[in-house]
């Protein structure tokens, strides 16, 4: 089993870890952004 993956496989992976990243960021910023989140926190206390 040595060589290069398909191409196929490198597109699936691709695709998934985008929609990953992006599900991972959006709840990030949710976190980072929301009122009491960690913005809000830093604004608060401040």
Same mark, same amino acid.
């Given at each position: 089993m040595s060589g290069q993956p398909p191409p196929m496989a490198i597109e699936i992976f691709d695709v998934a870890f985008g929609k990953l990243l992006i599900k991972f960021s959006g709840e990030v910023n949710a976190i980072i952004f929301r009122p009491n989140g960690f913005c !809000?926190?830093? !604004? /608060? /206390? /401040?």
């Open positions: !809000g926190f830093l !604004g /608060s /206390s /401040s």
